[in-house]
């Protein structure tokens, strides 16, 4: 199968789209193994952190990226890509991060399984709303017939039984789950590397060539994302631990999801691949590296 990226060819093994999906459904089950229930009561019992990362990551980023797509006047398959991404649930290395950078443990992991659930309905309705917003990108999607409950179907076979999966063993198995979450994340990380090896496999010099056409675009995107996430929550006084939190959760997306959501329904549209799969490779980098920035700082705790 070719693609067609401007005038360029991009090649993707079809066959291989099975697989993917299941290494994704791994990958969540192994983050979901030190999820519990109590996380997600966090959010009754102290809201006011986790709602705030919630707004940032489905309501404000979609709709920031929408306007920074129009203003650049970005590609149309490159936009999408863009609007898909922003359309994520915030990514599981975002709970390693915010334990790295001293952040508080509890909110990112509620923002997590929250937001894993919610990505069910918002993931495929913030996409089809704002691609729909701009008359290229809306054309190109009315050449592509995928119906959001498709898209709702996938997310809740890749990340949303997974999770609870990981949940009910983490549970029942405590000591055996214990052992494993560790080893699972990192393993996670491998098995994320090979989703974007996959999707740059074979390309590298048609990626190499079009490098300036994608990286300053991903590299913005991301800290749009990352600063979006600290200035909603230094805006509403969250203390600092619970500020590193909310800023990696915004700022780490499921580009895992995105690349699956693409490998299975728009194989077409180059410009969506190499803007999702380099922001998989950057937001670790920039992630880690504020982490690490963080982690030689102490931060005041949430009381």
Request: proline share 5%.
């Amino acid at each position: 199968m070719y693609v067609l990226l401007d005038t360029v060819q991009i090649h993707f093994n079809p066959d291989s789209f099975a697989l993917l999906n299941g290494l994704l459904a791994l990958m969540m089950f192994g983050a979901s193994l030190s999820v519990r229930v109590d996380d997600f009561r966090y959010l009754l019992r102290a809201p006011k952190a986790p709602l705030i990362g919630l707004v940032s990551q489905f309501v404000l980023l979609p709709a920031i990226t929408f306007v920074v797509t129009q203003w650049l006047n970005v590609d149309p398959s490159m936009a999408l890509g863009m609007i898909l991404v922003a359309s994520c649930p915030g990514g599981s290395f975002s709970n390693i991060m915010t334990w790295l950078s001293r952040g508080h443990l509890a909110t990112s992991v509620s923002m997590t399984g929250i937001s894993t659930v919610a990505a069910l309905i918002m993931t495929p309705f913030n996409f089809a709303f704002y691609a729909g917003l701009d008359p290229q990108t809306a054309q190109l999607l009315a050449n592509i017939s995928v119906a959001p409950l498709d898209i709702m179907k996938l997310i809740l076979v890749v990340l949303v039984l997974p999770l609870a999966g990981g949940m009910f063993v983490g549970r029942a198995f405590p000591t055996v789950s214990s052992r494993l979450d560790t080893p699972f994340r990192w393993l996670s990380m491998l098995l994320f590397f090979g989703f974007v090896g996959i999707a740059f496999s074979s390309n590298g010099e048609i990626f190499l060539e079009h490098a300036h056409k994608f990286i300053g675009l991903v590299i913005l995107h991301n800290a749009l994302a990352l600063g979006l996430g600290y200035l909603s929550s230094r805006l509403m006084k969250l203390p600092e631990d619970q500020t590193r939190a909310v800023t990696l959760e915004v700022g780490i997306q499921n580009s895992g999801l995105g690349l699956i959501i693409l490998f299975n329904f728009y194989p077409d549209l180059g410009g969506m691949l190499i803007i999702t799969a380099f922001w998989g490779v950057w937001h670790l980098v920039s992630g880690l590296s504020l982490s690490l920035f963080w982690s030689r700082r102490p931060a005041l705790t949430a009381s």
